[in-house]
């Protein structure tokens, strides 16, 4: 059976004992069944690992390694991979049901993308439940298709791609290099990003996930410093060695910008107003100047204020940026040739 699997399931592990069983269970409910599961524990400290080993199931492999982060678990997982395409889902995250079979379609109709995926909805920490709101150019659903511009999709809101909706080719992984483990935050849109530089990125509303923001230790809560953002770097990387398609420029330029802004807020909630600073030296935007200018604003207040004034709607309005650009772009078709503001 495993010479033959279509699809492998990665799943990175580590203290989700509470949410693995969930997410299993999703997998297994899928409406497509030739799969294997690969779980990955990265020295987990709690009863994870032992869930894992109470499914009855051979096409769930668990491997055990040492805490290395979630990229090395992932890249350890495709290590392993017998199938040629590669789906992943987080530990804390569920599959719908028609989710693996959405991906395979989408793999059948657009052969020459580099990633698939669908949307997800969002369950937050109150038990609402919702579909985060992609950016201006996302096309509406019931759309179906290869992303016209990835960047642009994913500007300035979440990224249409996410860790628990996305299926890569194996070869395309290799070429990759995997996920980036030297960073801790933004290894998988830096992933995405990466690929979407040479790929077609091929997108569903069907088949969706449940990305659970209530679960507990997630990565993206911790309150720690970020030099620079993963892709931001890989961005620079690209456009420095001529790597970046003409038409496709100006849209990543603002795409980096946004994530130097969402960096440079998230090292003021860290306390450190000095990463804020870099972060924000090298940002150049059209479109996100107000917030930019925002951040830069607290970067040279002391850190006690913001933290004490951020829970309070003074700073969670300017900090809204996301919701805010995107009331904008949505007014404004075609902004890749509008708003020009100063730098």
Aim: glycine share 6%; aromatic share 12%; net charge positive.
């Amino acid at each position: 059976m495993f010479d033959t699997t279509v699809v492998s399931v990665v799943i990175p592990l580590y203290n989700k004992g509470p949410y693995i069983a969930r997410a299993l269970n999703s997998v297994l409910a899928q409406t497509f069944q030739d799969f294997e599961m690969i779980v990955v524990d990265d020295g987990s400290t709690d009863n994870g690992a032992e869930v894992v080993r109470g499914f009855d199931d051979p096409r769930i492999r668990l491997i055990q390694q040492e805490n290395r982060g979630v990229s090395a678990a992932r890249n350890r997982g495709i290590e392993a991979a017998r199938a040629e395409l590669v789906a992943f889902l987080d530990a804390d995250d569920e599959w719908m049901t028609g989710h693996l079979e959405v991906l395979l379609r989408l793999r059948g109709n657009y052969p020459e993308a580099g990633a698939y995926g669908t949307a997800y909805l969002v369950k937050e920490k109150d038990s609402t439940i919702q579909i985060p709101s992609f950016g201006a150019e996302m096309p509406q659903r019931p759309w179906e298709g290869l992303l016209p511009n990835y960047f642009k999709a994913a500007f300035p809101a979440p990224s249409p791609i996410s860790s628990s909706v996305v299926a890569i080719p194996k070869c395309i992984l290799n070429e990759m290099g995997g996920f980036n483990t030297n960073a801790w935050y933004g290894e998988d849109v830096d992933l995405w990003g990466r690929i979407a530089l040479k790929y077609p990125i091929a997108f569903s509303w069907d088949g969706m996930a449940i990305y659970h923001q209530e679960a507990s230790n997630r990565a993206c809560d911790k309150k720690k410093p970020i030099r620079e953002h993963a892709f931001v770097a890989s961005a620079w990387n690209a456009l420095q060695a001529g790597e970046v398609p003409p038409e496709l420029k100006e849209d990543l330029l603002e795409y980096i910008a946004s994530r130097q802004i969402q960096i440079a807020l998230r090292n003021l909630e860290a306390g450190r107003p000095d990463l804020t600073r870099d972060n924000l030296m090298g940002c150049k935007t059209r479109y996100l100047w107000k917030s930019k200018y925002w951040a830069l604003f607290w970067a040279y207040v002391p850190s006690r204020f913001y933290l004490m004034l951020k829970p309070h709607k003074i700073i969670s309005v300017f900090n809204n940026w996301r919701s805010n650009m995107r009331r904008m772009l949505a007014r404004k078709p075609g902004f890749n040739t509008k708003l020009k503001n100063p730098k």
